[in-house]
């Protein structure tokens, strides 16, 4: 039955978008990082991202981790500044603790910019966090 089917809450793991010197092409590109800041590493995970708005969307990226340790950070993809116009979803599911987790983050049209940059955790940059 329904009622008899545990949908565990994600917690502890979010999305930022970060901003970071490419000192190869000497550029500065953003990126989108998953942070866990759980005490517990996750497994199997897995990150669908697309943008869109009411007339346009993006192709869907697929991503896999096999791990991402506790208290750490792994990274997505690249974000190219163009589909800062529109509404940037990250479906996030993953194992924990031999549970199944899932979660929607959703950056909304023009949200990603310079002047939202803030502190991220665990890391030494300067992002946009959703949690």
Do not use: C
């Amino acid at each position: 039955m329904k009622k008899d089917i545990e949908i565990p809450k994600s917690e502890g793991v979010y999305i930022a978008i970060v901003l970071e010197y490419n000192t190869e092409f000497e550029f500065d590109d953003w990126n989108a990082y998953l942070i866990n800041d759980l005490d517990t590493d996750l497994e199997m995970v897995f990150v669908v991202t697309e943008g869109y708005d009411a007339d346009r969307r993006t192709s869907k990226m697929r991503h896999a981790m096999p791990i991402v340790p506790k208290k750490s950070y792994a990274k997505v993809e690249l974000m190219m500044e163009d589909v800062f116009t529109l509404n940037n979803k990250f479906s996030v599911s993953y194992f924990a603790e031999s549970k199944l987790y899932d979660k929607k983050y959703i950056f909304r049209q023009n949200t990603i910019n310079k002047k939202a940059l803030r502190d991220i955790p665990h890391m030494e940059s300067k992002g946009i966090l959703i949690k």
